[in-house]
């Protein structure tokens, strides 16, 4: 069975970046898409991209420009940056592991919470 | 691009079947067969319950069933049990050449 687990700070203050990794156990890896999804408190989930074997990644337009998802096949885990973030960052954030083509997401991690605040 | 529109709460007595909705565009939902449905109970992480618009994961109990008309995809859960209270979201591929991952807003179900 996979299993995923965050790990990172969960408190930045404003303009600092955001660095979280998943753990990933019983599976590997490679061969699969693996996503981050973020959830403000109360409210809805965002999806915020997916890697795939470091060749091919896709991030939400509206982050595009401060995030960055890489994945390590040698410590079996992946990665999120986030840069320049603000309160509006403050979120659970879930790495999961994607099927389908990356259109949904199977596998989760618990989630771990990020506050931004100064 | 704009997230999906769920209705806000459904709810439904026990052995009851509810539907709840998804309302994307032609160019998510209308365009493409990849609607899911997550379930979350608080404190948790989703829980994929439909892809592919109307796909079980194993495990996933049959009185769950997804179906999609134009632009709308539901989920119906068939003889509701006090465990289905959660919030489910719908999800849809989109974005055209431009990958991309929409949610819906969520809906709370509760088994009254």
Redesign the interface.
Known sequence: QVRLQESGPGLLKPSETLSLTCFVSGGSVSGFYWGW?RQPPGK????VGYVFNSGSI?Y??SLKSRVTISVDASKNQFSLNVGSVTAADTAVY?C?RA????????H????TLVTVSS | QSALTQPPSASGSPGQSVTISCTGTSSDVGRYNYVSWYQQHPGNAPKLMIYEVNERPSGVPDRFSGSKSGNTASLTVSGLQAEDEAVYYCSSYGGGNNFYVFFGGGTKLTVL
Do not use: H, M, Q
């Open positions: 999804i809805g989930l965002e999806w896709n939400n337009p879930f999961a099927t389908s083509g990356a259109s949904c997401y199977d989760w991690g618990p989630g």
